[in-house]
Nanobody
Framework: QLQLVESGGGLVQPGGSLTLSCAAS????????TSWFRQAPGKGREGVSC???????LYTNSVKGRFTISRDNAKNTVYLHMNSLKPEDTANYSC??????????????WGQGTQVTVST
């Protein structure tokens, strides 16, 4: 069974950090691109970051320099390390596998999402 499971979300103060995890089963992430998406209430889904099968990475402009995507092939898990969090980062974050990275990516396997709330 193909499955992605996100974890690591929560409530954090502005300026704080969180690391999200996307653990896969039934699919080997190193052979695919894996992207993180987010959706805030009342807004459309936004691509946040992507790591390709060869390890190259992409970030949306609003998170460049603050977020880092990485992959642990041994654990079949992709991470999103988020630093200097802002209230506008508040959203439900989901990971998805497919590819390629970029606007033409097609993602067939999705996780259920994890909530990130940045607030005092």
């Amino acid at each position: 069974q193909l499955q992605l499971v996100e974890s690591g979300g929560g409530l954090v103060q502005p300026g704080g950090s969180l690391t999200l995890s996307c653990a896969a089963s039934g699919i080997t992430l190193e052979y695919y691109a894996t992207s993180w998406f987010r959706q805030a209430p009342g807004k459309g889904r936004e691509g946040v970051s992507c790591i390709s099968d060869n390890g190259s990475t992409l970030y949306t402009n609003s998170v460049k320099g603050r977020f880092t995507i990485s992959r642990d092939n041994a654990k079949n898990t992709v991470y999103l390390h988020m630093n200097s969090l802002k209230p506008e980062d508040t959203a439900n974050y989901s990971c998805a596998a497919g590819g390629p990275c970029g606007p033409r990516g097609i993602y067939d396997v999705w996780g259920q999402g994890t909530q990130v709330t940045v607030s005092t």
